[in-house]
């Protein structure tokens, strides 16, 4: 997949850039606060995902502007494609999308056709952090390759927001348990398919991330990923969601019952589980180093776009946004080479030190992006 034209003005600070990207390296370089991630976050929102610094709809046109508009066109194995997105004040809410010149209802419904793997500093803490930011990690990389898996995701988490209002009502005498009963089927149903596909998702990732952790690791590390559940002793061959499994999931709702009443919350389920990765054997959220754990998550998000690209057949685009300041040269260089043969964006404030004979330089000034002649460049 390559973004072959990017058009922003009107985003945040981003005045009137149109630019022809490189098919393999494009690096925007630039000062602090003078729009790179902007562009980044643009990009990303022709995904159909949500802003990865969660920019609020009324903050995405500029400030002293009226209207905001973002014109991308990439190629995949198939053809070439358009997406525009577009909003104007005072409606700043009513986005104007659209997929090859075709309105598209909202922004979300572009997703599954733009693939790119997103890495940003904040991804650095993956391994470290809490289990919160490992699920989005997981439900992402699950949904780019499992058509309908995100809608499954939103509706579960819509039915635990239910059930755990209802649980605070019950211990109120507001509400009778009864009436749990409605949203505990639907829960344990989605929870057991959101399990299975976890599940399998976990178990590629294993391979390529201990793969890539020894290369990594020049042979001294083993890096060992599993999907920790809440509610099933053990997901290995099981793949009966709407049977056994759903069955399963609701005798768990059901055990925890009283409990859940009393503090309010669900307290097993898949909104409960959890990525565990070790080294070595060793817990790295927990017993790693600040290297250890760094590597780890440059390896999961590099495992990311490797699975996304078996699985699909084509390859995703990386965005790297400042992350690789954040980093020696050794991980830097390593996930240079290893996104080899993907289109990539990157961002930092100087691009010395990163080879970009196969690629373009832009400048970032106040909104605006020139593109930097190299010399001896054709
Ligand atoms: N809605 C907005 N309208 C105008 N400017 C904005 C808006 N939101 C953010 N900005 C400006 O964008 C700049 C930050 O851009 P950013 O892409 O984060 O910079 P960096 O180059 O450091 O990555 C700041 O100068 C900020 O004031
Ligand atoms: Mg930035």
Redesign the pocket.
């Known amino acids: 997949m390559i973004i072959t034209k990017l058009g922003i003005n009107g985003?945040?600070?981003?005045k009137e850039i149109s630019l022809s990207a490189h098919s393999r390296l494009n690096i925007?370089s630039?000062?602090?606060?003078?729009?790179?991630?902007?562009?980044?976050?643009a990009l990303w929102l022709c995904t159909g995902c949500r802003s990865f610094?969660g920019?609020k709809d009324k903050?995405?046109?500029?400030?002293?502007?009226q209207r905001a508009e973002i014109n991308l066109t990439f190629k995949d194995n198939f053809r070439e494609q358009k997406i525009s997105v577009a909003a104007a004040k005072p409606n700043y809410k009513e986005k104007n999308v659209t997929l090859n010149g075709v309105p598209v209802k909202k922004l979300s419904k572009l997703f599954g056709n733009l693939k790119c793997v997103i890495f940003t500093p904040e991804d650095l803490e993956l391994a470290k952090g809490s289990p919160d930011n490992r699920r989005s990690y997981l439900d992402l990389s699950v949904s780019q390759i499992k058509l309908g898996y995100k809608d499954v995701v939103s509706k579960y988490d819509y039915l635990i927001l239910q059930r755990n209002t209802l649980l605070k009502s019950i211990s109120q005498g507001i509400s009778k348990v009864e009436e749990l009963d409605v949203w505990d089927e639907q829960i344990a149903r989605l929870g057991a398919y959101i399990s299975v596909l976890r599940f399998s998702y976990t178990k590629k990732l294993n391979i390529f991330a201990s793969k890539l952790h020894r290369e990594l690791s020049r042979g001294r590390e083993q890096l060992e990923i599993c999907y920790n559940s809440t509610v099933f002793k053990s997901l290995e061959g099981r793949t009966d969601f709407k049977g056994e499994m759903a069955e399963e999931y609701l005798a768990v709702l059901k055990k925890n019952l009283r409990d859940d009443i009393k503090c309010g919350f669900t307290q097993a389920g898949t909104h409960r589980d959890d990525l565990i990765t070790k080294i070595n054997g060793l817990s790295s959220r927990e017993y790693g180093s600040q290297g250890q754990q760094r590597s780890v998550a440059i390896i999961l998000k590099l495992s990311q776009a490797y699975i996304l690209s078996e699985e699909t057949g084509d390859r995703p685009v990386i965005l790297l946004?400042?992350v690789l300041s954040e980093l020696d040269s050794a991980r830097q260089q390593f996930i240079l080479s290893s996104i080899e043969g993907m289109q990539v964006f990157i961002?930092c404030c100087s691009s010395e030190g990163i080879d970009s004979a196969d690629g373009k330089i832009f400048c970032?000034k106040s909104?605006r992006v020139c593109e930097k002649s190299q010399k001896g460049k054709r």
């Open positions: 985003f945040k600070n981003l925007f630039g000062e602090n606060a003078q729009g790179k991630t902007n562009i980044i976050e610094r920019t903050d995405f046109i500029d400030l002293d502007g946004d400042d961002t970032v909104g």
